[in-house]
Structures are given as C-alpha cells and as structure tokens.
T-cell receptor, first 115, second 114 residues
C-alpha cells in the first residue's frame, strides 16, 4: 500500500533563509505527488504537483519541488522564506489502487518563520 | 468562482444530537471528497463521490456517519448520533477528474461535540 512520510513535524527558519521540507513516499510505480499548504483556520491550498516529465516542478508562491525516484522523495523548497509562509505543509500521494485513485496525505510539517 | 463552500464554519453540539455539514463544490467539478482532520490522525478521507455517486466510503468510521450528494452542486455529511470523539475539522474538496489534478478544499467546518 502506498504511504507518505513527512519526517519533520516542526521546522523553524529565519525570514530570508532557504527552506526544504522533506517528503518520502512508498509506492510500486510512479505516483502523483502534491504539496499543499494550510494556513490557520483555512482549508488546504495546492502549491504544486508532479505526475510526469521534468522532475523539478515550480509552484505558486515561489515554491518548487524535486522528484527523486531513486530516493522516493519529493522535497519542497523555497530559496528565501517570507513571514507569510508560516503555515502547515502537507505532502500527498495519489496512486491507483484496485481501479480507483487513492490519495494519502502526510502528517504535515508546521513551519515557523522568525523575523 | 467562489471556490468550495462549506457551512457552517463552526458547530457546537451536545452529544447525541444530529449534525449535518454542508458542501457546495466548484461548478463543473465531477469529484467530491469529505475529509476529517484531527491532531491524532491527521487528514483522513471519509468518502468520495464521482458524478454524485458514492465511489468509496471505506473511510467512514461507523454507521453513525452518512453522506449524500443529491445533485452536482450539493453534498451533506451527517452524524447521528454525535459523540465527543467526532470533534474535528471536516473538509470538503472537489476536483475535475482524478489522478493528475489537485483538489480544491473548502475552509472546513470545525465540529465540537460536548
């Protein structure tokens, strides 16, 4: 069965510093991979997605993610973090199981940004 | 587009009462999903619909939970009777197609059962 692991529950960075949030997945084939962001009291917003092609994908708000098949990873990066990036970030895996797609979300990484 | 609209935003109810959560998906989206988010279990898929038909309800925790989608623009999630352990944030999401697309989430309903 597919699974998603976000090993970091909390991450704190200073404003202007670079950011990398880790995501590892388990699936037999190439899954569909997503990153979502959730601000307090809000629903999840799609940042970016990968399903084929260039392994480096660009998303909204200056985020990018790189798919590395050999490491089963899909890490999210941003070169310079802004205070407004403080939120919770979820990695998700979509894969076909028994004829239907199943999406599984990771447990999330809460990002704190220091001024 | 107004996005996925959920109501109410907050609901406080007493144990044993019936609770109905509502969702209006984005027009033209043919998939609708209900998720529950808790600190302990994270985001859990409860049920999803395709063209108003329930496809997978294996995530519905027990018979107290039921969901309907009478038409393409409206869905409900009902809990009867409610219990304190049902306290969570319930999200509705919709998408056009499935697989490569991402979901659009509503702002959620925070349910507190006392």
């Amino acid at each position: 069965a597919q699974s998603v692991t976000q090993p970091d529950i909390h991450i704190t960075v200073s404003e202007g510093a670079s950011l990398e949030l880790r995501c590892n997945y388990s699936y037999g084939a190439t899954p569909y991979l997503f990153w979502y962001v959730q601000s307090p009291g809000q629903g999840l917003q799609l940042l970016l997605k990968y399903f084929s092609g260039d392994t480096l994908v660009q998303g909204i708000k200056g985020f990018e993610a790189e798919f590395k098949r050999s490491q089963s990873s899909f890490n999210l990066r941003k070169p310079s973090v802004h205070w407004s990036d403080a939120a919770e970030y979820f990695c998700a895996v979509g894969a076909k199981t028994s004829g239907t797609y199943k999406y599984i979300f990771g447990t999330g990484t809460r990002l704190k940004v220091l001024a | 587009d107004a996005g996925v609209i959920q109501s109410p935003r907050h609901e406080v109810t007493e144990m044993g009462q019936e609770v109905t959560l509502r969702c209006k998906p984005i027009s033209g989206h043919d998939y609708l999903f209900w998720y529950r988010q808790t600190m302990m279990r994270g985001l859990e898929l409860l049920i999803y619909f395709n063209n108003n038909v329930p496809i997978d309800d294996s995530g519905m925790p027990e018979d107290r939970f039921s969901a309907k989608m009478p038409n393409a623009s409206f869905s409900t999630l009902k809990i009867q009777p409610s219990e304190p352990r049902d306290s969570a944030v319930y999200f509705c999401a919709s998408s056009r197609g499935q697989g490569t697309v991402g979901y659009t989430f509503g702002s959620g309903t925070r349910l507190t059962v006392v």
